[in-house]
Nanobody, 126 residues
Framework: QVQLVESGGGLVQAGGSLRLACSTSALSLCSIGWFRQAPQGKQREFVAAINRSRGGVRYGDSAAGRFTISKDNAQSTVYLQMTSLKSEDTGVYYC????????????????????WGQGTQVTVSS
């Protein structure tokens, strides 16, 4: 069983920055994706993902140019550095693990990820 734990969420003013962390003991087994879910139960939106092998990355449209995903293998942690935050970035941010075959392209749909963390709330005030 893969466990993931997010941290780093909080309240920030528009234009500010936050760094989220996703800790897991299964980092070598997973490509890790970040998703977010806006209030009122909207569908989870792909934010970014990082490959388990060579660290290749992929970003959703809303994150490109503002967010950076990275990982620290020694700390078994994936980070999501978020800058120039906007009110529409508000939501619960989840990290998730894709344990599919080695070399599979990074996935942007939530159904591709088998394991999820509990989420961390990010609130951006305007």
């Amino acid at each position: 069983q893969v466990q993931l734990v997010e941290s780093g969420g909080g309240l920030v003013q528009a234009g500010g920055s936050l760094r989220l962390a996703c800790s897991t003991s299964a980092l070598s087994l997973c490509s890790i994706g970040w998703f977010r879910q806006a209030p009122q139960g909207k569908q989870r939106e792909f934010v970014a993902a990082i490959n388990r092998s060579r660290g290749g990355v992929r970003y959703g449209d809303s994150a490109a140019g503002r967010f950076t995903i990275s990982k620290d293998n020694a700390q078994s942690t994936v980070y999501l550095q978020m800058t120039s935050l906007k009110s529409e970035d508000t939501g619960v941010y989840y990290c998730a693990c894709d344990r599919s075959a080695w070399g599979r392209p990074l996935q942007t749909i939530s159904e591709a990820y088998s394991y999820w963390g509990q989420g961390t709330q990010v609130t951006v005030s305007s």
